[in-house]
């Protein structure tokens, strides 16, 4: 599971070892750049054009000049798996900070932004898909605008170990109640077929499979409602699940020991889960489900 060796930056392609990170660095010091991370299935992006909008929306919401357009971002990328060849399932972490300069909060004159990015292998999380995972709720405790993929991650970073301390997956999070996301991933409730989850709003990251799901909804006639909902409506929920480009579709079988419906995936979610490995253009023999019947 190693990291492929060439690593982009906003010059030149550099082998592994010798990339450097300047000492006075805008994210390192102030968590001030954004990030995506893009799946790979076989060798090929997944929902890449989902995933540069947002870069460059991020981007301009916190005044980052980028150091080179869309088209110019689609052909490096292009060439970070090529270069490496990649084949396999992966993720490409990207990070593009304001850049190199005498620590000072406000912006420094003339400094350029400086961009890496990195391909890993990752296999799909096959038996928490077929088995689904638990959870936990947790105070969202983050700021207003995280529509931003910003680096700025302590909440999520501390809702998350908290979870792992109670050997769950994932971190449901809450504002006074009202539920908004999880800490790396969007959250759904079903309740009599119908999906609702959080509106795209400022105080959510916008999910590029967050935008599948929506689309899968349409496609089979799913009402998919954007309205939020309450940490009380959690057992009332018949199904409950979880989508992220590392995490895919996921089904949430428990919240704070708190059984969700039947406690196993439900017909929803699966259908959802079949639609997303048909649209990642997942081949027949990696599929999850190979084993299981699903509900149709
Ligand atoms: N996380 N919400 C938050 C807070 C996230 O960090 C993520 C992604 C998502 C799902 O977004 P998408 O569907 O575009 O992956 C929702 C990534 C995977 C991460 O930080 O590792």
Redesign the pocket.
């Known amino acids: 599971m190693a990291i492929y060796n060439h690593i982009l930056t906003e010059n030149q392609f550099v082998e592994q070892n010798d990339l450097r990170y300047p000492f006075e660095e805008r994210g390192l010091q102030f968590g001030d750049g954004i990030?995506e991370?893009i799946?790979v299935y076989e060798g090929r992006y997944y929902?890449i054009d989902?995933?540069i909008e947002?870069l460059y929306r991020s981007a301009a919401a916190i005044k980052i000049h980028m150091p080179f357009n869309k088209e110019e971002m689609y052909k490096r990328l292009d060439e970070l798996l090529e270069k490496n060849e990649v084949k396999s399932d992966a993720k490409v972490?990207m990070q593009i900070t304001r850049g190199s300069a005498p620590r000072d909060h406000a912006f420094p004159d003339g400094t350029e932004a400086n961009l890496y990015a990195y391909v890993k292998d990752l296999e799909r999380p096959v038996d928490h898909l077929k088995q689904g995972v638990t959870a936990i709720t947790h105070e969202d405790v983050r700021w207003d605008w995280?529509y931003i993929?910003s680096l700025n991650?302590l909440p999520?970073v501390l809702a998350k170990q908290t979870a792992k301390e109670k050997d769950s997956y994932e971190a449901i999070l809450h504002k006074n109640g009202e539920v908004t996301?999880?800490?790396?991933?969007?959250v759904y409730l079903v309740r009599n077929g119908k999906v609702y989850t959080h509106p795209a709003k400022k105080n959510?990251?916008?999910?590029?499979?967050?935008m599948r799901v929506e689309a899968f909804c349409q496609q089979e006639n799913i009402e998919f409602i954007e309205e939020p909902f309450q940490l009380e409506d959690l057992m009332y929920a018949d199904e409950l699940f979880l989508?992220?480009?590392?995490?895919e579709v996921m089904p949430i079988l428990k919240v704070d020991s708190q059984v969700i419906g039947n406690g196993v995936p439900g017909p929803v979610t699966r259908l959802l889960q079949k639609c997303y490995e048909t649209d990642a253009r997942i081949p027949a023999h990696a599929s999850a489900f190979q084993n299981l019947r699903i509900a149709e």
Do not use: A, M, Q
């Not at 996301?181 to 969007?186: A, D, Q, W, Y």
């Not at 959510?204 to 967050?210: A, E, N, P, T």
């Open positions: 990030y991370v799946r929902l989902e995933h947002r972490y995280c993929k991650l999520n996301e999880c800490s790396s991933s969007n959510i990251l916008h999910g590029c499979v967050r989508s992220s480009s590392t995490s």
